[in-house]
């Protein structure tokens, strides 16, 4: 009887608000979810300050919002295990992004809708600051289908109680609409058009051709798919975790249904085939209900991505409290599953980062929040000091496996730079061929993080400089090769291309060290790469920091600050 009432005051809430009541994540389906038994987690490698719950499987961060001044962030979580499987949203809440109070999973298999697992979505804040969630449900056919849910008590700022709608599913796979059912997940945040109706585009692909399948509805209940895709792109596959949001060069962000001269659209996708997701810039045109990349703006794997490293499942929210755009991401696993199973826990949240366009309008600059820097202490500064080819110092008086630095560097001899092959066009590969021990004019400087005394293990981050045909170019690497003597873990080295100029412009690196996680930003946030380490021997007391450079010529570190990091209180 309750529901009954929420869900006809929603009704009237809506018939008022628009005049007219006209309605309408990483997965593979397994028909026999696997219920692991819990364990008793492995510690060691656990972050001090990074999001994650206290032990089982977590992936996608789902539906953030700010809702009466709490951030509220949902998460797909198996409650029985530390593999995939039994996926519910899992639900903390926070005042400050940073520390984090875990209530009940606020949606689980319950409807014929969601029977078989309630999949990623999305928090739409409807008129009178309502949330209403859209996520995707497996029905008993594993089917993937589209629900609705709202907060059963309005009152309650921690929203511990969430009902889900008697019209589930709103949106489903049928013969007619030509829907793939095991391609059809992870509705976005919905925007509101002029014309008073709700948008909301969901994640799919036909044959190899990846689409944003856009629906229209005028009460949020009701939804008509239309005729075309918002956007779609051949050769990409399956678009997980679609996002779609406003930005300017402002570093206030805008709210999910602004649009208007001057501003900016991305749209954000999540590729099944390779594990990475790319973004473009773009226009949208509200008329058409199209969306269109800019020229430049490269729509497939290769194109700009948030992160260059281990991330995944992204998802931005417009936080109206400080007026910004904020993202989440899932940082995924370099155990094999055996080993992340018997450790009891697997996946971590990035750090939330603020988000916004660059000056140039072609790509996003990201920068951790700043409520991460009340965790700061033990304060290290360096002078200016120049960096010989072949020397590297050691950066104490920190704690050196729970850290945040950040270092620029100056280089005075550009023009000894190694000439840039027009043939390396790939910067990953380039980083693994030209890692953090060959030595270039150039490069490589930077850190060694997580790193033994003897260097038998360590973290690599680092830049190199080459000269192009018409102007310096940049390369930022993380170099996971020597992370960890154990042979089991994946080392993949990293690498971007950073838009910065050397001549004009200090080369900057901010990396936030948390035990088994390496998050930088290079450039001021003009490229981030994100990752996922086991060391055997630099652990805890035994992890060392070092400022380094392999290149033939001599860097000058403008500025280093560090600190260690106190522990945040999550879950």
């Known amino acids: 009887m309750a529901s009954a009432f929420v869900w006809q005051i929603y009704l009237l809430f809506l018939m008022l608000s628009h005049g007219v009541l006209e309605l309408e994540a990483s997965h593979i389906v397994y028909r026999n979810l696997q219920t692991l038994q819990p364990t008793s987690p492995n510690q060691t490698y656990r972050t ?61 298999p319950s409807q014929q809708s969601d029977i078989n697992g309630c999949w990623s979505g999305s928090t739409t804040i409807l008129p009178g600051d309502k949330p209403a969630i859209l996520y995707t449900g497996i029905d008993p056919q594993n089917q993937q289908i589209q629900n609705l849910a709202v907060p059963k008590n309005l009152s309650d700022p921690y929203l511990t109680e969430w009902d889900k709608s008697p019209n589930n599913p709103l949106m489903a796979p049928t013969t007619i609409n030509k829907i793939n059912a095991s391609s059809f997940r ?44 918002l956007h779609s792109a051949n050769g990409t596959g399956m678009w997980e975790c679609p996002d779609f949001y406003p930005v300017s060069t402002s570093r206030s962000g805008l709210d999910t249904s602004v649009i208007g001269l001057g501003i900016k659209h991305v749209l954000k996708v999540s590729l099944d085939d390779t594990k990475h997701e790319y973004y473009t810039i773009g226009t949208y045109d509200h008329i058409k209900d199209i969306y269109i990349p800019d020229n430049g703006s490269i729509d497939n794997d290769s194109g700009l991505r948030y992160d260059y490293g281990k991330f995944y499942a992204s998802k931005t929210f417009y ?40 000056k140039s309008r072609q790509q996003l600059v990201q920068w951790p929040i700043v409520e991460i820097e009340t965790l700061r202490t ?20 920190i704690t050196a496996a729970q850290a945040d630095i950040e270092i620029s560097f100056e280089v005075p001899e550009l023009e000894k730079a190694d000439e840039l092959d027009q043939s390396w066009t790939n910067p990953q590969t380039l980083c693994s061929q030209k890692n953090a021990s060959i030595k270039g004019e150039l490069g490589p400087f930077g850190l060694m993080v997580l790193a033994s005394k003897e260097l038998q293990e360590y973290t690599a981050v680092f830049f190199r400089i ?12 993380s170099d996971q090769s020597r992370s960890s003597l154990n042979q089991k873990t994946d ?63 001599s860097v000058q570190i403008s500025k280093l600050s560090a600190w260690s990091m106190k522990r945040a209180q999550i879950n």
């Open 48 to 108: 001090s300050y990074h999001f994650q719950p206290p032990k089982n499987w977590m992936n996608d961060p789902n539906g953030p919002l700010i809702y009466k001044g709490i951030y509220h962030l949902f998460y797909q979580y198996n409650p029985y295990g530390a593999d995939w499987g039994n996926i519910v949203w899992a639900h903390s809440t926070s005042e400050d992004l940073v520390n984090w109070i875990p209530h009940e999973h606020a949606i689980y």
């Open 491 to 553: 080392k993949t080295t990293y690498g971007s291309f950073i838009e910065v100029d050397p001549i004009h412009e200090p080369l900057s690196l901010r990396s936030l060290i948390d035990h088994s996680i390496v998050e930088s930003f290079g450039g001021e946030g003009k490229a981030c790469i994100t990752a996922r380490v086991y060391p055997t021997m630099a652990i805890g007391d035994e992890a060392h920091l070092y400022a380094f450079n392999t290149g033939m010529e």
């Open 378 to 397: 033990n304060r290290v500064d360096w002078p200016s000091t120049v960096l010989k080819g072949g020397s590297m110092l050691e950066v104490s008086g």
């Open 186 to 229: 992870d509705p976005t945040t919905s925007w509101l058009d002029p014309d008073g109706r709700w948008r909301v585009i969901i994640g799919s692909k036909r044959n190899h051709r990846g689409l944003a399948i856009l629906y229209r509805s005028k009460d949020f209940i009701h939804w008509t798919k239309a005729q075309h895709p």
């Open 319 to 358: 936080d109206g409290l400080k007026n910004r755009r904020i993202l989440w991401g899932w940082i995924n696993e370099s155990l094999p599953q055996p080993e992340y199973v018997k450790q009891g826990w697997s996946g971590v949240q990035a750090i939330p980062r603020h988000l916004w366009l660059d």
């Open 466 to 477: 080459f000269k192009g045909q018409d102007r310096y170019v940049v390369l930022m690497c």
